[in-house]
T-cell receptor, first 112, second 110 residues
Framework: NAGVTQTPKFRVLKTGQSMTLLCAQD?????MYWYRQDPGMGLRLIHY???????AKGEVPDGYNVSRLKKQNFLLGLESAAPSQTSVYFCASSSTGSREQYFGPGTRLTVT | SQKIEQNSEALNIQEGKTATLTCNYTNYSPAYLQWYRQDPGRGPVFLLL?????KEKRKERLKVTFDTTLKQSLFHITASQPADSATYLCALRSGYALNFGKGTSLLVTP
């Protein structure tokens, strides 16, 4: 099992460009999450999903959109990237909302 | 507002000693608390989950306590090794998701 994978690992964008981060999990988990991690700020929840076709906002959703068309995939989109979105993005999944989360390796995004 | 506080200062200890990390929280009524380990450049890895009625839980050299009266969890690593050097995060459930503390960096020196 690959667990949770993220694509790409690194990306540099110019302000105003768009991109999509892909998260895939092969554990048949219902719940999936997108976090960003910044120095001194810890992990902050962007959006999450409690099942295929559902999404919900987390702590810092502005500037991001998500989709969960298939149970195993959770996509994070940036429509118009801003320098404030420079961060490391982590995807995670869990079998339920109360169980441990499994994290991907992260995507390092730089917006210039 | 809900807060999870972990010591922001790095903890430096000598190999073989016991490391103790603290997680304090406010405005939560948690049924359980989780601890994760994060190495530089990697995603967090789940270590332990302790329920409110368990008070103490052990896994190999790890021990976690959970005091809902003090609103505090302590995370102990006994006989610490340089390989234990990492950042340790505590997490509490908020709705369908987890809120994480900012983590405490542990450095174990030979």
């Amino acid at each position: 099992n690959a667990g949770v994978t993220q694509t790409p690992k690194f990306r540099v964008l110019k302000t105003g460009q768009s991109m999509t981060l892909l998260c895939a999990q092969d554990m048949n988990h219902e719940y999936m999450y997108w976090y960003r991690q910044d120095p001194g700020m810890g992990l902050r929840l962007i959006h999450y999903s409690v099942g295929e076709g559902t999404t919900a906002k987390g702590e810092v959703p502005d500037g991001y959109n998500v989709s969960r068309l298939k149970k195993q995939n959770f996509l994070l989109g940036l429509e118009s990237a801003a320098p404030s979105q420079t961060s490391v993005y982590f995807c995670a999944s869990s079998s339920t909302g109360s169980r441990e989360q499994y994290f991907g390796p992260g995507t390092r995004l730089t917006v210039t | 507002s809900q807060k999870i506080e972990q010591n922001s200062e790095a903890l430096n200890i000598q190999e073989g000693k016991t490391a103790t990390l603290t997680c304090n929280y406010t405005n939560y009524s948690p049924a359980y608390l989780q601890w994760y380990r994060q190495d530089p450049g990697r995603g967090p890895v789940f270590l332990l989950l302790i329920r409110e009625n368990e008070k103490e839980k052990r896994k190999e050299r790890l021990k976690v306590t959970f005091d809902t009266t003090l609103k505090q969890s302590l995370f102990h690593i006994t006989a610490s090794q340089p390989a234990d050097s990492a950042t340790y995060l505590c997490a509490l459930r908020s709705g369908y998701a987890l809120n994480f503390g900012k983590g405490t960096s542990l450095l174990v020196t030979p």
